[in-house]
Antibody, heavy 120, light 106 residues
């Protein structure tokens, strides 16, 4: 059974940093791209980052580019999201998701999500 | 960036009623994907490649469309279908989602 478990959320002041982790199990982690997707309270979904299988290629939308960094440790089956220079608009639930594009589904499994609140 | 516009944003349906949600893209996309999200839970894939049902999805659900206009249909509303549904495209980067349609039970 595929499981994705995010940790590391919490309350942080504007301008500070936070690092999220997502531990994966139930599939061959090193064979799949991984993603972070966020959802502001009461709002829709926004793709935040992508990372390829060996971590050599990463992608971000303009809203977080230069502030967020996605990385992975295939030995630990973990994907990370380092978030720097946080802003109030980064307040959201952050989900990690597994790539399912080989089966035709971009994000086929999602974690339970972790809440990040940016406030003074 | 391709903008996806869903309508309606909220709706209520009675058990047995037919439900249709539309998703319009600002530019043509090859496929549309749909996710279901229940309150307090993470999204689940529901329909992929425009018209294929994800594993475990009842066949009262269907999807169709092409180009810039797509639709999501429930042939006969059931209690368990109350949720928010999001359309999604990844024909071009960045991948984007519609604003969601909250479907309530009447």
């Amino acid at each position: 059974e595929v499981q994705l478990v995010e940790t590391g959320g919490g309350l942080v002041q504007p301008g500070r940093s936070l690092k999220l982790s997502c531990v994966a199990s139930g599939f061959t982690f090193s064979s799949y791209w991984m993603y972070w997707i966020r959802q502001a309270p009461g709002k829709g979904l926004e793709w935040v980052s992508s990372i390829n299988t060996d971590g050599g290629s990463t992608y971000y939308p303009d809203s977080v580019k230069g502030r967020f960094t996605i990385s992975r440790d295939n030995a630990e089956n973990t994907v990370y999201l380092q978030m720097n220079s946080l802003r109030s608009e980064d307040t959201a639930t952050y989900y990690c998701a597994k790539d399912g594009s080989t089966e035709g589904i971009p994000f086929d499994y999602w974690g339970q999500g972790v809440m990040v609140t940016v406030s003074s | 960036e391709i903008v996806l516009t869903q309508s309606p944003t909220t709706m209520a349906a009675s058990p047995g009623e037919k439900v249709t949600i539309t998703c319009r893209a600002s530019s043509s996309v090859s496929y549309m994907y749909w996710y279901q999200q229940k309150s307090g839970a993470s999204p689940k894939p529901w329909i992929y490649e425009t018209s294929k049902l994800a594993s475990g999805v009842p066949d009262r659900f269907s999807g169709s469309g092409s180009g810039t206009s797509y639709s999501f249909t429930i042939s006969s509303m059931e209690t368990e279908d109350a949720a928010t549904y999001y359309c999604h495209q990844w024909s071009s980067t960045p991948p984007t989602f519609g604003g969601g349609t909250k479907l309530e039970l009447k």
